[in-house]
């Protein structure tokens, strides 16, 4: 079996590259790490795969480009509208899209908030909380459409606001201007994940809300992993807010998708271990 990582050219961080190797060598799946210049390389990169059972990796900002090059797509993937995981099927060779962003990011960020409470209730802990959505591509989809299922009451900031009011309304939410946001206080103990790609290598500097802004959020979430820690993750750890690394939601999308590849329960140690070696 092959597992394909696809990002965006050029890209200088090899963590994808370092986890699927030691997959490689302990549950035969055969990795090769891919830079891609266009969504034109999506739908033909499979061709080139001498193999039958064959995964790609999609990361930003190809994920809604992903979904267009599916055979088939799974019903959640489909009502996010983003695809982060496709999967050839051997019996007919046709590529099958599914999403494991918003598990991952959401169950990193329910597991955190339990953890810094001391409770475990029943339910999420999510529930009935704001939760701000920063940008409104593949991963804000992902992101809005997993904190709406459980039970968040979800607001999208996006620069271009269309684009933040198509998704309110998709998830039953609501829009403001990444602009508004700087003044967005309606409570104290919001949750606030980052999906932009703002802040991220080389442009480690920047930061989409400013550290005053954060001061009204019980948990800032980013989804960058290079770097690991984010100015935005930084300055937010310095008020004492609880923060959530990309590096933990990269861990458990991967881990569902090898399930979803492989049919096997995913190595969790081994693959946090690896990326844990190699911030």
Known sequence: MAWTILQPFPYDFDIPDTTTKSILRTDGVRVTLRNILSVVSISTAFTQLNCEGSLLSVTMPHKEAALACSDEVDPIAKYIGAVNTLIKRPSDGKLIGYNTDYTGAISAIETTLQGSSGKVSAGSPLADKVFVVLGAGG?????????????????????????????????????????????????????????????????????????????????????????????????????????????????????????????????????????????
């Not at 299922?149 to 998830?171: C, F, P, S």
């Not at 993750?233 to 881990?255: D, K, N, P, S």
């Not at 096997?264 to 693959?271: D, G, S």
């Open 139 to 279: 991963a804000g989809k992902a992101l809005a459409y997993g904190a709406k299922e459980k039970g968040a009451r979800v607001v999208i900031a996006n620069r271009t606001y269309e684009r933040a009011k198509e998704l309110a309304n998709l998830v039953g939410g609501q829009a403001i201007s990444l602009a508004d946001l700087e003044n967005f206080h309606p409570e104290e103990g919001m949750i606030l994940a980052n999906t932009t790609s703002i802040g991220m290598h080389p442009n480690i500097h920047d930061t989409p809300l400013s550290k005053q802004a954060l001061k009204s959020y019980a948990l800032v979430f980013d989804a960058i992993y290079n770097p690991v820690v984010t100015r935005l993750l930084r300055e937010a750890e310095e008020l004492g807010v609880t923060i959530v690394t990309g590096m933990e939601m990269f861990i458990r999308q991967a881990m569902g998708q090898f399930e979803l590849f492989t049919g096997l329960p995913a190595p969790e140690k081994l693959m946090r271990d690896t990326l844990l070696s190699v911030q």
